[in-house]
């Protein structure tokens, strides 16, 4: 507005359907998504006409990422934000029934929250988070000294993966498992890589296989071609046996 006080944060759009803006106010006393709405949305609505239809969502700016992504993904209720500041990735958790419209029409909603808030923004539901934390901790257990409690704070601190414990750094290893010995968190990690070495050596193993498979299909097109031409032959006696019954029918004329 005129004074200041209003200041638009940050716009994302998506021309002809969708925009989602983020304001803030320097003053506690003035909500600055109301300001812009207008009383009963004149203002907002005045946009919209100008713009053709064009849907705007007005959304409070928050130095709290996750409180401002939530904003930004409205209308879609969010349930748990997890979130990976190294490479400014966040996982929005939702209800099953909210997750189509977290995700919006062909992915708008989703993507335009990640334009606004410049965060990359998976969504899943709660039963999917579920699955997924059963899985990695199962695969947890596999490694030395960990129990089921380490392998769960552990995935709660954003170790989902063997790279992620292989990797990793030792002290938020320690911090997020809740083990204190530092032999155990090098012994973990060691088997860890090992794991990983193994993985990859299977797949490498897998590839090599599956690019042998092509040649058997070559040999089988092979002999499916020869059966073919066999299939063939015959013609050859057809004809034969049409020009015998030519040569009776002239034969039977001459009598």
């Known amino acids: 507005n005129g004074e200041g006080i209003v200041e ?89 029934d909210q997750f189509s419209l977290t995700i919006g029409r062909k992915g708008q909603n989703v993507r335009l929250a990640s334009e606004l808030t410049g965060w990359e923004i998976t969504v899943k539901t709660d039963l999917q988070l579920k699955e997924e934390q059963e899985n990695v901790v199962k695969l947890l257990l596999t490694l030395p000294n960990i129990s089921e409690v380490n392998a769960n704070l552990l995935f709660a601190g954003g170790f989902h993966t063997l790279e992620d414990i292989a990797f990793g750094d030792e002290s938020a290893i320690q911090k997020s498992s809740g083990i204190v010995n530092d032999e155990d968190i090098i012994k973990i990690q060691l088997a860890a890589r090992t794991a990983l070495q193994e993985k990859l050596r299977n797949i490498s193993l897998e590839e090599v296989k599956t690019e042998e498979t092509p040649k058997e299909e070559v040999k089988e097109e092979v002999v499916a071609k020869e059966e073919v031409k066999t299939e063939e032959t015959p013609k050859e006696e057809v004809v034969a046996k049409d020009e015998e019954s030519i040569d009776a029918v002239d034969e039977e004329n001459t009598e």
Do not use: H, Y
């Not at 969502?57 to 969010?78: E, G, M, N």
């Open 8 to 96: 638009i944060m940050g716009i994302a759009r998506d021309p002809g359907g969708r925009t989602k803006i983020a304001v803030s106010s320097s003053d506690f006393d003035i909500d600055p998504v109301g300001a812009c709405v207008g009383m009963r949305g004149s203002r907002v609505q005045n946009i919209i006409q100008e713009l053709k239809g064009e849907k705007i969502d007005i959304v409070p700016w928050s130095i709290d990422i996750a409180k401002f992504a939530c904003s930004a993904l409205s209308p879609a209720r969010v349930n748990k934000v997890i979130l990976d500041e190294a490479s400014k990735i966040m996982e929005v958790i939702v209800e099953q």
